[in-house]
């Protein structure tokens, strides 16, 4: 043992049996061991003995209950050598004067090292850390005494120094604080030595560590590392500032107001926090099995300075639900099972400055029965206290990602128009399928199936697939930016449309059927933008021109070996691409700059123009007057060294001497 205490356990029925520890029971002069008797104590010298007794086990303590501290001077009961304890000890189990175990403890002790004296009043003097190391012993921790395995702490005297010789701290803790640095001529540190190394190498003492220069007296600022995680708000009852854009709605319970909402994948996210003054219009799709409950309409939410405030909640009915709901191919049974759940929900929210004055909310309700596909619709509008209009986001005008593109239709009476895409449900046919608005910055394709006959006409087949596609573009014109006002002409760039080949040809009356050519089954939307500044550091986007064309296609009639009294399907598409130009044009290549690429600095590694880099405007690396400074010094010993290289100099130079 090395410390004051050591357990060790007695296995089998401890009734009747004694318990006793003797002290030092080796012969000195044989070093044998003496014969050992059941006459003890639990108690030998300064040692005792514990026994806890268990069920089948007895749990036996040999404890040292003294003082293990180094003597000072004029003190007792303490240890007078670093070895305070060297003795040898013997437990014994015995039943009826019988001995039925035995334990042999070596017991070799050292002094405690920590430090329980009176300590100096006397300060430090701490030496300028700019000029030598602070403290040549780091790992001297202890005033007074030896620090375990601190081998440069002047305490410790060599017996103890040999219990831990092989642990020692290394590295600066550990007292290096003067390591040898890669520079130094005589330092075997790095792993590759360059050629050069024995011709730049420095040659200079330890004291003069470069290691010292990493001590800067200066200003501190402390940097301002961006955040990734959602700020929480504070909770119920502390003082609360009100919202940002873009901050979450909070909750009595100081939870998120969450509202079912469509991720980057396309799936709906039933727990996604509503963002001050972002409006949002999202569609899901959901089963009677996989259908969840939302968020109870009686939680209060924060409104922005502390208080709470209740929703208006408006329950309607739906009278409609084939808007909402479409079959699944699943086969019905004889008992359908119905359930009562929430269709559409939509939320408006009254706001003024960083406060939420109002919040209401009206809730559509249906029956949904098993086997059918339910689209739910969940949309949240912002509106301004003071001019009851859909809020815009603050400062910055332009298009944010994700955010539904503005259309208005210039030629009605109302203006207000839809530029869309398809979001199929159920089977996919176009009869069922729903729209979802064009989102600002993402490129989707959509599509949908449509129903067509082995004896259909090509011109009605054309015409009715036209129609489908122009159901999708329900405007004339599109907002250059988020907040284009619908009164001014200028805030909208007109929509270029292509018209599809018209022709005349139709193979299904002739002797062939199911074959039609120039079928515009595709309709391909592409939209120019342009980053024209910044707010704030946002980039403001704004869209400079909408082109909709139309690509045709050749359809035939898909049967097996009977075609008759069935339908084929057609499959017609419509895609959104976003085109990114800069905002001006860029400086076209001269003639220079096509003929000879071997001075392009963008494709070569080496770049003659930027050899006077230093000497530009675009440096800065360190100030222009310091850098042209040294241009001068430079082209002034180059001039000097031309003009003493002539040999008119040194004719001059021998004639002077004459």
């Known amino acids: 043992m090395s410390g004051p205490r050591v357990s060790s356990f007695f296995l089998g029925n401890s009734s009747g049996v004694n318990f006793s520890v003797i002290s030092s029971p080796v012969d000195e002069k044989t070093g044998k061991l003496h014969l050992a008797n059941c006459s003890g104590s639990k108690r030998a010298g300064d040692w005792n003995l514990n026994v806890t007794r268990f069920m089948e086990t007895s749990e036996v303590t040999v404890s040292l209950p003294r003082n293990l501290q ?37 017991a070799e002790i050292y002094a ?33 005494a030896c620090d375990v395995r601190c081998c440069c702490d002047l305490e410790c005297t060599p017996d103890l120094k040999e219990l831990f010789k092989e642990s020692c701290f290394t590295g600066v803790f550990g007292g290096d604080v003067n390591p040898p ?27 003069n560590t470069p290691f010292l220069g990493y001590f800067y007296h200066g200003s501190i600022s402390t940097p301002r590392v961006p955040s990734f995680k959602i700020p929480l708000q504070t909770s119920p009852g502390r003082l609360f500032t009100g919202y940002r854009q873009g901050d979450p709605i909070m909750t009595e319970e100081n939870e998120y107001f969450a509202i079912p909402q469509q991720s980057m994948g396309g799936q709906c996210v039933g727990n996604a926090p509503v963002a001050y003054l972002h409006n949002f219009d999202v569609k899901c799709l959901t089963s009677l099995a996989s259908y969840k409950a939302g968020l109870p309409h009686d939680v209060r939410t924060l409104c922005g300075t502390g208080d709470f405030i209740k929703q208006d909640v408006i329950y309607r009915t ?14 019905h049974t004889a008992v359908v099972w119905c359930q009562n759940v929430t269709f559409a929900e939509h939320y408006t929210f009254i706001w003024k400055d960083k406060n939420i004055e109002h919040a209401n909310v009206t809730v559509f309700l249906g029956s949904l029965c098993d086997g059918e596909i339910l ?31 503005r259309a208005a239709n210039m030629n009605a009476s109302d203006t207000f128009g839809s530029l869309n895409i398809w979001q199929p449900a159920g089977r996919g046919l176009c009869t069922s399928a729903t729209y979802t608005p064009v989102l600002f910055g993402l490129d989707s394709l959509s599509g949908c199936l449509l129903e067509v006959g082995i004896n259909e006409d090509c011109s009605l087949l054309r015409g009715n697939v036209t129609e489908k596609l122009d159901s999708l573009i329900q405007a004339t014109h599109v907002g250059k930016r988020d907040n284009s ?31 039609c050519p120039d079928i515009p089954a595709n309709l391909n ?88 880099y230093p000497l530009t405007r675009f440096y800065s690396g360190e100030p222009y007057s310091q850098c042209l400074a040294k241009g001068l010094s430079l082209a ?17 130079w021998n004639s002077s001497l004459v």
């Open 636 to 652: 002034f010993l180059v001039l000097l060294a031309a003009i003493l290289s002539n040999p008119w100099v040194s004719k001059l």
């Open 525 to 612: 939307i592409r939209i120019i933008f342009a980053n024209v500044g910044a707010v704030q550091g946002i980039p403001r986007q704004e869209i400079l021109a909408v082109q909709i064309s139309f690509s045709t296609v050749t359809w035939q009639f898909q049967c097996g070996l009977i075609c008759e009294n069935i339908t084929s399907f057609l499959p017609i598409t419509a895609s959104v691409q976003f085109i990114k130009v800069p905002a001006q044009p860029p400086i076209p290549l001269t003639r220079f700059q096509m003929n000879y690429t071997e001075f392009d600095c963008n494709q070569n590694d080496v770049c003659w123009p930027q050899l006077l």
């Open 181 to 207: 640095f890669d520079q130094l001529c005589s330092s075997d540190s790095m792993e590759y030595t360059p050629d050069w190394f024995p011709f730049l190498c420095v040659q200079s003492s330890l004291n």
């Open 318 to 331: 739906v009278t409609n639900m084939d808007k909402f709901k479409t079959e699944s191919e699943s086969l």
């Open 375 to 405: 689209t739910q619709r969940f949309t949240v509008k912002f509106l301004s206290l003071e001019s009851i209009t859909p809020a815009e986001p603050f400062g910055n005008p332009g298009y944010q990602v994700g955010k539904p593109v």
């Open 485 to 515: 006002s619908y009164s001014d002409l200028n805030d909208w760039v007109e929509i270029i449309r292509l018209e599809p080949f018209n022709s005349d040809t139709n193979v299904s009356t002739g002797s062939l059927k199911g074959i």
């Open 112 to 144: 405690n090292s920590s430090f329980t004296g009176n300590v100096s009043e006397n300060a430090t003097i701490i030496p300028n850390q700019a000029f030598q190391p602070l403290g040549s012993c780091p790992c001297d921790l202890t005033a007074g």
């Open 70 to 106: 180094l003597c000072l001077p004029n003190a007792t009961d303490c240890c007078t050598a670093p070895l305070c304890v060297l003795e040898t000890l013997q437990v014994l189990a015995c039943r009826d004067a019988v001995i039925l175990a035995h334990l042999l403890v070596q």
